[in-house]
């Protein structure tokens, strides 16, 4: 004797509730594109979220005043920019993402002017520009492993002005140039105090040597024209003693 059992066959809003809670197990947040607003106890905002795709795409932090903070966007659900706003709506910073790993940095002054720009690898620090209100380069700092190696100063025509070398994150060196892009001084330091300073012509032959005794200066040394060594002067704790003036060979 065969039984039948009379059963209903489940509605169109039932099959959506299960296609939805099954899409949510699967790690998306939204089936279709939508907005949300997230608010203080208060009433006031707080935050909305902006999905796309089912991914979130760009959230918008503000506050307790009701001005914009901050604004994240992302791409394919991986956070791509952030911005940060001053209360007067001015941008304050940039930060840029490929692959959810941090590329840049951007800092603005005041008036909403690109002020520094710092460039990373694989999340640590590797390079910085610093800019004047002009937009011309004022600095470029270059970083090995996230530990400063090297500074150069430029002059607001482009001009380079000076460079400043490190090792473990210590002035070691310092060059100095001339408008007409001719080497000046070589500074050089030890344990952070002066040890050398080399001084050229415009022709970049060397014309004078001071060297320094913890940080002191002990002698110096002056050349003629062709190279060759002219004088000797010795200092004792920073003072003058005496000088030696050396023959020119004939």
């Known amino acids: 004797m065969m039984i039948f059992v009379k059963t209903r066959l489940p509605t169109f809003s039932v099959l959506m509730k299960t296609f939805i809670t099954v899409w949510f197990l699967v790690g998306c947040e939204y089936p279709i594109d939508s907005n949300k607003k997230i608010y203080r106890e208060n009433g006031n905002l707080l935050q909305t979220k902006n999905y796309k795709d089912g991914r979130i795409s760009r959230v918008e932090l503000y506050r307790e005043n009701g001005t914009l903070k901050q ?54 620090l590797h390079g910085a520009k610093l800019y004047r209100e002009d937009g011309t380069v004022k600095q470029v700092k270059h970083f090995s492993d ?34 007409n892009k001719t080497l000046k001084q070589i500074q050089n330091f030890e344990d952070g105090a002066m040890s050398t300073v080399r001084f050229y012509n415009n022709n970049g032959e060397l014309r004078q040597i001071n060297n320094f005794k913890n940080g002191t200066k002990a002698e110096v040394k002056l050349y003629n024209e062709d190279g060759t060594l002219n004088q000797i002067r010795i200092f004792q704790d920073g003072e003058y003693k005496y000088s030696t003036t050396l023959e020119a060979p004939n």
């Open 71 to 124: 604004t994240e966007s992302y791409t394919g659900g991986r956070l791509s920019r952030t911005e940060f706003y001053l209360e007067n709506g001015i941008l304050e910073q940039i930060d840029n993402f490929k692959n959810g790993v941090l590329l840049s940095v951007e800092f603005y002054d005041g008036n909403g002017t690109l002020d520094q720009l710092n460039e990373y690898k694989e999340g640590i």
């Open 146 to 179: 996230g530990t400063l190696s090297k500074i150069q100063f430029y002059h607001q025509d482009g001009a380079l002005e000076q460079i400043e070398d490190y090792k473990g994150g210590t002035l070691f060196e310092v060059q100095l140039y001339r408008k």
